[in-house]
């Protein structure tokens, strides 16, 4: 049966513990990578996603009617 974590550290020697919480700190900080590209990767296409949704093909692009130096009252 395999030992629980807290009992591996208590009986685990000064360098034993540090490589240890190296280990965690590493994995704790590629979950939260994980998360972070998992969580941009979504954003990305949603937005893709919403941007398609908007598109007319019977719209043209726009284009400047007139142009005027004086400001609109």
Do not use: C, H, Y
């Not at 998992?38 to 937005?47: E, F, I, P």
């Not at 941007?51 to 692009?61: A, C, G, I, M, T």
């Amino acid at each position: 049966m395999s030992e629980s974590w807290p009992e591996r550290f208590e009986r685990a020697g000064l360098l034993e513990r540090v490589g240890l919480l190296g280990g965690g700190a590493v994995r704790l900080l590629a979950t939260a990578i994980d998360k972070g590209l998992d969580r941009a990767a979504s954003v990305a296409v949603d937005a893709k996603q919403a941007f398609e949704r908007e598109l007319d093909p019977n719209v043209s692009d726009a284009r400047v009617l007139d142009e005027s130096d004086e400001p609109f009252d």
